[in-house]
C-alpha cells in the first residue's frame, strides 16, 4: 500500500512520519496515541488491537450489520483477516474504538454476506493517516479548534458556523 507518493524521502502526516516506501502492514508503532491509553489523533484501541493482532489489519466494508442483517446500502467497517476461503475473523471497527472495549474477535462466514465484502485496506489507512479518528467515527470524534462563530476540527479540518435558532415549544398548563 502507498501511503505517500511526492518525490520527498518522507512525508509529514499529522503525528507521524511514513517513509515513502511500499508498506505491506500497518504497525502499531505507526499508529500509537502519544498519551498511553488515551486516544488523540490516533485511536488508543486500534492501537492495542495492533499490538495484540498484527495479522488482522486489513479493513473490509461489509454488507452485514448486526441491526438489519445483510444490507448493502449501510455499510459498515469490519478489521480482521481472511481464513479459510469466505470466512473472516474480523470485529466491528468502529465498535473495537470504543473506549474500554475488549479486543475480541469473530468469525463472519457466507451467512454473513462475506463474498460481498469489499478489501477497502489500502484507501482506509490511506485515509486514517491523513484525518485520523475521523476516518473511524465520523462526526462523533472531532476534536474542535472554536472562533467566535466557527469552529474547525484540528484532524479533519471538518468547519462548522454557529447558528442560532429560536425553539418553539407547545406546553400543556393546568386550569
Not at 5 to 24: F, H, K, M, N, Y
Not at 30 to 35: G, L, M, N, R, V
Request: hydrophobic share 35%; proline share 3%.
Amino acid at each position: 500500500m502507498k501511503l505517500a507518493s511526492s518525490g520527498a524521502a518522507s512525508v509529514r502526516l499529522p503525528c507521524v512520519v511514513i517513509q515513502q516506501q511500499e508498506i505491506d502492514v500497518i504497525t502499531a508503532d505507526q499508529i500509537k496515541p502519544k498519551e498511553k491509553g488515551k486516544s488523540d489523533f490516533f485511536s488508543w484501541q486500534l492501537y492495542r488491537w495492533a499490538k495484540k493482532r498484527p495479522e488482522a489489519m486489513k479493513i473490509w466494508s461489509s454488507t452485514w450489520n448486526c441491526v438489519s442483517g445483510i444490507d448493502a446500502e449501510k455499510t459498515v467497517l469490519y478489521i480482521g483477516f481472511e481464513r479459510d476461503g469466505d470466512w473472516i475473523h474480523a470485529r466491528q471497527l468502529r465498535n473495537l474504538c470504543l473506549h474500554g472495549s475488549n479486543l475480541d474477535c469473530w468469525a463472519y462466514g457466507p451467512c454473513h454476506d462475506t463474498r460481498n465484502w469489499v478489501d477497502i485496506t489500502d484507501q482506509f489507512w490511506e485515509r486514517y493517516f491523513e484525518i485520523g479518528v475521523c476516518a473511524i467515527h465520523g462526526d462523533y470524534a472531532h476534536n474542535w479548534s472554536n472562533g467566535i462563530d466557527t469552529r474547525t476540527c484540528r484532524y479533519c479540518g471538518k468547519t462548522e458556523t454557529k447558528q442560532i435558532k429560536p425553539v418553539t415549544t407547545e406546553v400543556w398548563v393546568a386550569v
